[in-house]
């Protein structure tokens, strides 16, 4: 009796392992939050991210001072808006641009970060101000 319940659980088990399989990929195949964000601001893989390591990588490629269209060529450059879960916009007319490194929803994680920059232009167009924040999501 034992030995031909024996290949039906085999059976029943191979035909989970593709199941099994494509929720490992959606756990682990879609890009990170971190990815994209490594990926946009060329954050090297051998540094950690935080915000404080982002904003060291925006600086070293955007130093205070830049000009705005220097900025926005930057960010378009690296794909922001056409990576998917990034986007910018203005937060204020041509003074607080925004971008958002947004979570990936088919990544399956319990804890998940997003990340928001903003880079604020003084009067004559240039970058004054440089900030990072992380928002946690999940339990």
Same mark, same amino acid.
């Given at each position: 009796m034992s030995l031909s319940r024996r290949p039906r659980w085999k059976a029943k088990a191979a035909a989970l392992v593709p199941l099994f399989g494509t929720l490992l990929c959606a756990m682990g195949c879609a890009p990170s939050t971190e990815a994209r964000l490594r990926e946009v601001f060329a954050i090297s893989r051998s540094v950690r991210v935080d915000t404080a390591t982002a904003r060291a990588a925006i600086l070293r490629d955007l130093p205070l001072g830049t000009q705005r269209d220097s900025v926005l060529q930057l960010l378009r450059s690296r794909g922001v808006g056409r990576i998917a879960h990034t986007s910018l916009h203005w937060s204020k007319p041509d003074? !607080?641009? !925004? !971008?958002?490194?947004? %979570?990936?929803?088919?990544? %399956?994680?319990?804890?998940?970060? *997003?990340? /928001?920059? /903003? @880079?604020? @232009?003084?009067? *004559?167009h240039r970058l004054r101000v440089v900030e990072v924040s992380e928002a946690l999501t999940g339990p």
């Open positions: 003074s !607080v641009l !925004v !971008v958002n490194v947004s %979570l990936d929803p088919r990544h %399956l994680a319990i804890v998940q970060a *997003e990340y /928001g920059v /903003g @880079f604020t @232009f003084d009067r *004559e």
